[in-house]
């Protein structure tokens, strides 16, 4: 198959503004994505998609850049945008506040769309922080491995659990999924999603992928190892840097 590794990226982030270009140990935030992008074997082209012409004169010195509307009320309709100038089969969407993505995420994303109109990833939720965290997606999943709900709500609830009111007893009792922000479309199954208006639960949820579950469409979900560490505030460079430090 003959993926694009798309990578949406804004300037004007509410939380923090020109989060693409913060610099991580001296390489800006959307360099570090791409380059751990390029290591994934199953992308034929990694592409930066973004509205703003800062990202894009620094994103240029490491991969091909298109230039997309300022207008898009999410990722998925930004990379659509540039997916349509492409003829490609597939997609992966990465998120663009990622720098330690593992480039085998990406693969096993993309491999699940031989056999799936849209793929995702999950990694078991092991910190009790994250248990009742909003920020923190969930998923639950059929017994052929494909998504039947997200929500910032924790699910399912454990009716019978032996320790309800413990997070730990919690987590020890279920496998509780934490969804991981990439996605892998069919070329077209992209192309027709967009296309659809924001879905009740997606409006209610703020959960763009809960608009290919109203609609019909299945989402393929692989289950990995790596957990996200992304980018959302200015404090979680720090976070990153000692990660990244030997």
Do not use: W
Request: proline share 6%.
């Amino acid at each position: 198959m003959n993926i694009l590794g798309i990578i949406p990226a804004r300037y004007a982030s509410t939380r923090f503004p020109g989060k693409p270009l913060a610099l991580i140990a001296g390489r800006p935030l959307i360099q570090r994505v791409i380059e751990q992008c390029r290591k994934a074997r199953s992308l034929g082209e990694v592409i930066v998609a973004t509205d703003d012409a800062r990202i894009a004169d620094v994103a240029k010195k490491f991969c091909r850049v298109e230039l997309t509307r300022a207008d898009h009320p999410s990722g998925s309709d930004r990379i659509a945008e540039v997916a349509a100038r492409y003829e490609s089969d597939a997609v992966v969407n990465i998120q663009g506040d990622e720098p330690l993505i593992d480039s085998t995420v990406i693969d096993a994303v993309a491999v699940a769309l031989k056999h799936s109109e849209m793929s995702t990833a999950v990694t078991l939720i092991k910190n009790l922080a994250e248990y009742d965290n909003p920020n923190v997606v969930k998923v639950v999943v059929n017994a052929a491995g494909r998504a039947l709900y997200f929500s910032r709500r924790t699910i399912p609830y454990l009716r019978e659990a032996a320790s309800p009111e413990s997070i730990r007893g919690q987590l020890a009792a279920f496998p509780f999924l934490k969804h991981l922000g990439i996605y892998g479309y069919r070329r077209e199954t992209l192309l027709r999603l967009v296309k659809f208006p924001v879905s009740p639960l997606e409006q209610a949820e703020k959960l763009e992928q809960l608009r290919a579950l109203e609609n019909g469409i299945q989402i393929a979900v692989v289950r990995v190892e790596y957990d996200s560490v992304g980018v959302d505030v200015p404090e979680d460079v720090a976070r990153v840097e000692k990660l990244l430090s030997p």
